[in-house]
């Protein structure tokens, strides 16, 4: 496992894909990109899915993540993302009473419990208590760095 702390955008793209009876279908497909503005998220969508779509595709959204790390895993089956709320606990020292910190991570993982199982590898470090509060799969498809690495291929992301 690696994490990455970056700018991420949740990105929405819409094309016509050709089904396997050969009919074409109008779909949305949702991918995170590493960039620090919407004009830059754009350019890198739109870079990357030139390499797969061929035809004519629209950026449908963009939207700043709710999250800036992201937990990668080295293992070829992990293919789904799950976004996962982690609450941090510590103790307030004048009151004496648990306070919880709501932090959410975006986690690599081929089922909900290899998820948590990424989780914690990831945490098994940190010195500070904590509960994974919320586990819930996405509909992203990739993610793209900025530092030319891809989950899709091996290929860099940016050549210039």
Known sequence: MR?????????????????????????????????????????????????????????????PASYHEIFFSDNDNDDRWFKTKLSF????????????????????????????KNIEETMKGSMIDYVISNISETKFMDVFEHNGKTTKNDEPEFKE
Not at 89 to 116: C, F, G, H, W
């Open 3 to 63: 994490s990455r702390t970056a700018n991420w955008y949740e990105v929405v793209i819409r094309y016509d894909k050709t089904q396997e009876d050969g009919m074409t279908k109008k779909v949305n497909e949702y991918y995170v990109v590493d960039a620090l503005t919407f004009g830059e998220a754009e350019e890198t969508i739109t870079k990357e899915m030139s390499m797969y779509i061929s035809g004519e595709f629209e950026v449908k959204n963009i939207t």
């Open 89 to 116: 606990i510590t103790i307030d020292e004048k009151t004496e009473k648990e306070k919880r910190t709501a932090v959410t991570y975006l986690v690599q993982a081929s089922t909900l419990n290899t998820a948590m």
